[in-house]
Structure formats: C-alpha cells, structure tokens
C-alpha cells in the first residue's frame, strides 16, 4: 500500500495522496507509468470542487501535450474542470468506466476512477515537471490559505452561462 502521510491539522490532510504517483499540481491531475503506458487521473482535492456525480465530455484526440485538454467535467454551480495532460504522448484508452459510471472519478479517483492512459513518449522529462505527493501536498497547504479559487484556478474554467 502507497504511503498517505498527512499533517492532522494541515488543509490537505483530508485528501488521499498516495506516493506511487507524480502530480502536476497546477492541473490537479495525476500520472502513474507502467510499462510506457502512464494512467492519469483527477486528484481528490479536484474532486472536491465539483462535489457531487459530473458529467464528463472526452476530447476526440489522438496524441496530446503536456497540459492540453483531455476530458471537461462538469459539477456543482456549473462549475467546469479542464482534465489536463501530465504527460506528452499517444491516447491509449478512455475509461470506459465513467460513461457508466461518472462518479466513480470523484469516489475513486485513484483507482477505477481514472481517466485516460497515455503512452508516453518522454516520461523522464515529463516525470521532471511533476512533484510528489509529499511535496504536492505543501503546494496544495500554500494554495488552499490562500482560498480555493487560487488553489484550483488552473483547472477551472469559466462557469456556463445559462442560454438566453
């Protein structure tokens, strides 16, 4: 079992960060490589955000950059999160599982609750950009003080306006 270390009194203490993964903590996504094939996925602290079952729109795409969009989620106040990728590389699969079962990425989210799995082209250099979850969790102490708009700006986009 990955570590989960936490400070009780820290505002990230409530959320799972396990250690097998790398985080980029401006997308709030997370990478897990295996075999060339690296798993992403939404971190929890994002979840939060949309708070209850999202709606989740993929983006036909077929190679991607670090950053680029692969899936929207909507959730709560019509609030939309950008699912970024942490790595560059070929798109090997959809979960299918969310189309199914959306709230299986908040209930889940390191687990069946993943989003896509990338075959990535240059995981060393990627891997660098990343940080631990040791250290995505000081990120996350610093952004959280500061209020959640800072915390998650980078991953959330502009609300939707309801049509006139």
């Not at 889940?108 to 082209?121: D, F, K, L, N, T």
């Amino acid at each position: 079992m990955p570590e989960l270390s936490a400070v009780a009194t820290a505002p990230s203490a409530r959320f799972a960060l396990p250690s097998d993964r790398h985080y980029l903590a401006g997308r709030h996504v997370w990478a897990q490589i295996e075999n060339g094939i690296a798993t992403v996925g939404v971190t929890a602290p994002l979840g939060e955000v949309l708070w209850y079952t999202p709606e989740i729109e993929y983006w036909a795409v077929d190679r991607v950059e670090v950053g680029e969009t692969l899936a929207t989620v909507q959730g709560r106040s019509s609030r939309t999160v950008a699912v970024g990728s942490p790595v560059r590389g070929t798109l090997v699969e959809l979960n299918p599982l969310l189309g199914r079962a959306p709230h299986a990425l908040l209930a889940q989210p390191y687990g069946r609750g993943w989003v896509a799995r990338i075959s990535a082209e240059r995981w060393e250099r990627d891997e660098a950009a990343m940080v631990t979850a040791r250290a995505y969790r000081k990120i996350l102490d610093s952004d959280l003080s500061l209020g959640r708009e800072f915390c998650f700006g980078g991953a959330l986009l502009a609300p939707r306006q309801a049509a006139a």
